[in-house]
DNA sequence: CGGATTTGACCCGCGC
DNA sequence: GCGCGGGTCAAATCCG
């Protein structure tokens, strides 16, 4: 089952250490029900830590699209949708479905432009595209880009 | 049957 | 503390 997934990450010190903890803790969760909140805090916090470490690539954009799914080559499984305020749209969530591979994505409808999508790209891919698609190449190409790449490195 | 979505609950950080 | 805003979980449901 692939509810609390082993993460691996490609070779580097304190992703090992991660990665181990999340392997107790799936174990674990399946065996015993008592301390399953324990559990879900102690993943979230590695989780957090891990995102502070490991946060290190975000990726913004806005295309004009009528559709707000744009295919970009990699397989994605929604996890989540909000409405956030001042905005009549609501923002889905997404992760990549890559086994150990936690990218993330938010796609939302610019509030003030309906017509503009916005999707912001959350950490770095641990595998290569799966297919390549032609449609997001004309993207690449298209799209504007109004905040790149940065590190948050310490 | 197995993986993806849906959707309200839950959680957490932050400002008051 | 408390409420709010935003991110995530997970059970139910959908769908091939």
Request: hydrophobic content about 25%; overall charge positive.
């Amino acid at each position: 089952m692939a509810k609390h997934e082993l993460v691996l990450f490609p070779s580097s010190s304190t992703s090992s250490y991660a990665s181990e903890i999340d392997f107790k803790v799936a174990q674990s969760s399946k065996v015993h029900f008592k301390t399953e909140g324990f559990l879900r805090t102690q993943k979230k916090k590695i989780a957090r830590q891990k995102g502070r470490k490991m946060e290190q690539h975000r990726y913004v954009f806005e295309t004009w699209s009528q559709i707000d799914i744009l295919d970009d080559g990699y397989k994605w499984r929604k996890y989540g949708e909000k409405r956030v305020k001042n905005n009549k749209f609501s923002r889905s969530y997404y992760r990549c479905s890559y086994q150990g591979c936690n990218v993330k994505k938010q796609i939302q409808r610019h509030s003030k432009d309906e017509q503009i999508v916005v999707t912001t790209y959350d950490g770095m891919h641990t595998h290569p595209v799966e297919k390549f698609t032609e449609s997001f190449e004309q993207i690449l190409r298209n799209f504007n880009i109004y905040n790149n790449f940065y590190n948050v490195q310490r």
